[in-house]
């Protein structure tokens, strides 16, 4: 679960990026973060893993109180969630295989298990033909199949998604979201995804919370784009 409580963000330049912003994403949910540029967006994805911490308020994620990590311990607690980007973040003098594996490498697991659990990441992300291959030899949908599959191959409980699909065509964005919606299907991943696409709002409903000059301004559950930037 994810508990916003009473978050604001102010920058030391004085902006404040979020006001008071109080939510709860329950296990298992696919909630879109919207909004128009500036609105807040990347300070909420921010205050969920680590990178800042509120001014004011909690920010609890799975129970662990973020806001509060130690700075050397905010490496660990990113390991316990996957985040995924529109620009992929693939290792590029690592091949597919091996950028999955990395993520496994790190938290301690064994040879054999990692194997396994990569071949099982590339049949979920579908892309058991190019393990062998280097980020620059894949398309973008490939690059992020395998930024995606890199991300969940240690089950995180919560995935973060900034504008996934930002950098893709309407069919290559299309995949990103069913591969999306396969993953919090069948592995239950809570998945929070910033998107400013109205597209993919409207055609894939789920909750929806729009941001605004950093105030939540909707919540809705059945989603739907409402306002276009
Ligand atoms: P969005 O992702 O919706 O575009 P951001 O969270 O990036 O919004 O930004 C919210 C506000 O905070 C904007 O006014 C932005 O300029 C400001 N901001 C974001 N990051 C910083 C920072 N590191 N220092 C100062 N101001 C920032
Ligand atoms: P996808 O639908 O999986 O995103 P595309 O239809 O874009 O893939 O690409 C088809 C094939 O062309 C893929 O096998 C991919 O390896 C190759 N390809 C596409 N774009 C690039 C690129 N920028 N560099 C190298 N290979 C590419």
């Given amino acids: 679960m994810i508990v916003l409580e009473n978050i604001s963000k ?5 902006v404040h990026a979020l006001r008071d912003v109080t939510l709860t994403i329950e296990d298992g949910e696919f909630v879109y973060i919207i909004g128009p540029t500036g609105s807040g967006k990347s300070t909420m994805i921010k205050l969920l893993d680590g990178e800042e911490i509120p001014t004011s308020g909690r920010v609890l994620v799975e129970n662990t109180d973020v ?4 700075h050397s311990k905010v490496p660990i607690y990113r390991r316990n969630i996957g985040v995924v980007y529109q ?6 003098r690592l091949t597919v295989f091996e950028n999955i594996a990395f993520a496994l490498e790190v938290i301690g697991m064994k040879k054999v298990d990692i ?3 990569v071949r099982e990441v590339l049949e979920l ?25 890199r991300a969940i191959a240690n089950h995180p409980k919560v995935l973060i998604a900034d504008e996934p699909t930002g950098n893709l ?6 995949e990103i979201m069913e591969l999306l919606e396969k993953i919090n299907e069948v592995e239950n991943t809570t998945i929070v995804m910033v998107t400013h696409d ?30 276009h930037d």
Avoid: H, W
């Fill in 10 to 14: 102010e920058y030391k330049n004085g």
């Fill in 198 to 227: 109205s597209t993919i709002v409207d055609r894939y409903k789920k909750r929806t919370i729009c941001l605004e000059e950093g105030y939540v301004v909707a919540d809705i559950m059945k989603g739907g784009y409402l306002k």
């Fill in 125 to 149: 992300v579908s892309l058991e033909d190019k393990a062998k291959s280097f980020p620059s030899e894949l398309s973008g949908g490939q690059q992020q199949r395998a930024a995606i599959g």
């Fill in 87 to 92: 620009d992929y973040r693939l290792l590029p």
């Fill in 67 to 70: 806001g509060k990590l130690k």
């Fill in 115 to 117: 194997r396994r659990r």
């Fill in 169 to 174: 065509d309407p069919q290559k964005s299309k």
